[in-house]
C-alpha cells in the first residue's frame, strides 16, 4: 500500500478527508501589472485565497515646456521632475470589498511659450499613494546675456510602509547668444530621467515609468516643443 509524506506547514486534512492547502502558507501566487493611465478597481472575492498584497506605486513624471529663440539668441528650459513612489504590504484583512487603482499620466510636453505639465499621481485605495512630478516652466526668456534659472523641486512623500518623492528636475543656463544648456529630468524610482540638450530640440524623455522629461532648447530663431514626462505604474504582487 502506497504511503505519501506532506509538509503540515503548506498542507492540512479537513473533516471530509481531503487534503487541501492552508490558506496563506503558499508565497507569492500572482503579480497584476496596470500600465495603462486611467482608474481600476481590485475585487478582492476575485481571490478567495488571497491573504496579503504588497504594493508598488509610482507616480506619473512631469512634463517639460518647450523654447523659441529670436535671431542669434537662446533660449534654455529647466527639467520637469520625477513622479513620487511608495510601497506597501497590506494583509487581506485591510483590504475593503474592492480598492480603487490609479496610475497617473505623465505630465503633458509645453508648447514652445508653455509650461510642460505636472504629472499625475498613482495608488491603490487611500493605502498606498504616490504623487505626480512637477512641470518645468518656460522661464527663460531669449536673450543672449548670460543666465542662469534653478531647477524643479520634486514632490513630496505620499502614504506607504517606505514612501518617497521623486528626484528633481534640473536648471537651465545661457552663456551668450549660441551656447547653453537645458536641464536634465528628474529620475524616479522605477524610471530614469530625460538627457538636456544644447543644440535645438525638445528634451530627452525619461525612460522606464514616473520619470520627468528634460527641457527645450531653441537657438537663432528655432521653436521648438518641449517633451512629456513618462506615464506611472501600479504593480500589486498577491499572496495566498
Not at 527645450?216 to 530663431?221: H, I, L, M, N, T
Request: net charge negative; hydrophobic share 35%; proline share 3%.
Amino acid at each position: 500500500m502506497a504511503a505519501v509524506c506532506v509538509d503540515d506547514g503548506y498542507f492540512e486534512v479537513g473533516d471530509d478527508g481531503r487534503l487541501t492547502l492552508i490558506p496563506g502558507q503558499q508565497g507569492r501566487r500572482q503579480i497584476l501589472y496596470f500600465k495603462t493611465p486611467g482608474s481600476f478597481t481590485f475585487e478582492k472575492a476575485d481571490y478567495p485565497w488571497l491573504a496579503r498584497v504588497f504594493v508598488r506605486v509610482q507616480a506619473g513624471g512631469g512634463g517639460a515646456a518647450g523654447a523659441r529663440a529670436n535671431a542669434n539668441q537662446v533660449v534654455a528650459q529647466p527639467g520637469g521632475s520625477g513622479g513620487g513612489y511608495a510601497e506597501r504590504l497590506i494583509e487581506a484583512s485591510a483590504l475593503g470589498a474592492t480598492e480603487s487603482i490609479v496610475v497617473g499620466a505623465g505630465g503633458d510636453a509645453g508648447t514652445p511659450t508653455v509650461d510642460g505639465g505636472d504629472g499625475g499621481g498613482s495608488s491603490f485605495g487611500g493605502l498606498c499613494t504616490a504623487l505626480g512630478g512637477r512641470g518645468g516652466q518656460a522661464v527663460m526668456s531669449s536673450g543672449a546675456a548670460p543666465v542662469c534659472y534653478s531647477g524643479t523641486s520634486g514632490p513630496l512623500a505620499g502614504v506607504g510602509d517606505w514612501a518617497s518623492g521623486g528626484g528633481p528636475g534640473g536648471g537651465a543656463f545661457r552663456l551668450d547668444g549660441n551656447q547653453g544648456q537645458s536641464g536634465e529630468g528628474g529620475d524616479a524610482m522605477m524610471g530614469h530621467r530625460g538627457w538636456q540638450r544644447s543644440s535645438s530640440g525638445g528634451g530627452g524623455a525619461g525612460r522606464g515609468y514616473g520619470a520627468g522629461a528634460a527641457g527645450a532648447f531653441a537657438r537663432d530663431g528655432d521653436s521648438v516643443n518641449g517633451t512629456a514626462g513618462s506615464s506611472g505604474i501600479v504593480v500589486v504582487e498577491l499572496y495566498g
